[in-house]
């Protein structure tokens, strides 16, 4: 055998042997990279404790914000910025179990949402309400509607500003009905189901008379959910409620004329209230926020680093999550 050909030998058994590491090591990176960015995803939803105002540790006043849409669309490295369940979730555990917590300040800037979300949040408020036996004020930012009515209602005190939009008391479920347009372009559907209701609300077809009375009575056991909260939050009659339950919106003044709000005021304001009112002068007042993270740093753009199309991994996520009709407790267009 010649030189060249012991040569060509050895560089094809370095080449392959060289291809099999870098494979190996390829999928060793990728399978403890991709457990590296859940432990960062996970590591996003921590939060340290910032103080607004100074004062004595044994008496607390925690502010808590809830700010978008309520809607629980997981825990993600990738997810992307605004209300995040989990962490508002976890924030009102933390004060139920903390016992130098001696009020909350709820601020509420949403259209509302998801009906399980909401009603998550509600059981948390009045478990604190119940177990801890502290107030809860809210202060309704520019919106505070439908789910946002929803969590603030059992509050001892809800202030306005005069421009808050409010109300949307109701429930709805939406679904997109194509049927017309896709029997204009010749398209047709081929269904196969265990069934006669297996896929209502499907946009390929016309509702049926009865799947739409099964739906409406899905509806109002929500709906009548919905008022027997305010009725006992507010401390009206079901039938002052349902005056103003109707899916209407209105603002600060209306909604304190209608009962479903107490006075005017700004953040500043409600947080003296509660002080005042429970005497809280000396009280420290902190907030909740979240903790610089690999996450918050680099964002959804770290995955670009590595040849992934984060954003379009995480539309598609949002799509194939949320694109059944939901029951929300939400006002305007989803």
Known sequence: MTIKRWIAIIVAAVLIFISVGVNSLSYIFTRDLNGFLEQMGA?????SEKVIEQGRSRDRIAVLKLDGVIQDVGSSLFASGGYNHQFFM????????????????????????????????????????????????VAMGGMAASGGYYVSAPAEKIFVHPETITGSIGVIMESVNYAK????????????KTGPYKDIMSGSREMTKEEHNMLQEMINDSYERFVDIVVEGRNMSPEAVKKVADGRIMNGRQAIESGLADEVGKMGDVIDALKADYKLENATVFEYAPMDSFASIFGVNVGNLFGRNVESELIGKLLSDYDAPRMMYLYGEK
């Open 181 to 192: 347009l896709a029997e204009k372009y010749g398209i047709d559907f081929n269904t196969i």
């Open 43 to 47: 590591a996003n939803n921590a939060y």
């Open 90 to 137: 976890s924030q009102l555990n933390d004060v139920l179990n903390d016992q130098s917590v001696k009020g909350v300040v709820l601020s509420v800037n949403t259209p509302g949402g998801g009906v399980v979300e909401s009603s998550d949040i509600y059981d948390s408020i009045r478990a604190i309400q119940i177990e801890r036996e502290i107030p809860i004020y």
